[in-house]
Nanobody, 115 residues
Framework: QVQLVESGGGLVQAGGSLRLSCAASGIIFRFNDMGWYRQAPGKQRELVAHITSGGSTGYADSVKGRFTISSGSAKNTVHLQMNSLKPEDTAVYYC?????????WGQGTQVTVSS
């Protein structure tokens, strides 16, 4: 059974930084794509950033220049470095992975940015 486990969420003041990590278990193949979504209360889940197995990245306009996604040294791991955090970045952040049309989700980690 494939599992994605996130870590690194927490409470930070505006302007601060956090680093999220996601590691997969229960799979021997490399994911085609891994990324991060977030969902704030009362809002739809939205894509924050993603990275392909080839290293191409994509970001939501709202986080460009502040967030950086990277693959970890271990297979099927991904990190999200979040700098210059704003209160509007407050949300539950979910790790996401794609493999041949199948989609997997982590349980989510809370990020709270105080003003």
């Amino acid at each position: 059974q494939v599992q994605l486990v996130e870590s690194g969420g927490g409470l930070v003041q505006a302007g601060g930084s956090l680093r999220l990590s996601c590691a997969a278990s229960g799979i021997i193949f490399r994911f085609n794509d891994m990324g991060w979504y977030r969902q704030a209360p009362g809002k739809q889940r939205e894509l924050v950033a993603h990275i392909t197995s080839g290293g191409s990245t994509g970001y939501a306009d709202s986080v460009k220049g502040r967030f950086t996604i990277s693959s970890g040294s271990a297979k099927n791991t991904v990190h999200l470095q979040m700098n210059s955090l704003k209160p509007e970045d407050t949300a539950v952040y979910y790790c996401n992975a794609l493999l041949r049309g199948d989609q997997y989700w982590g349980q989510g980690t809370q990020v709270t940015v105080s003003s």
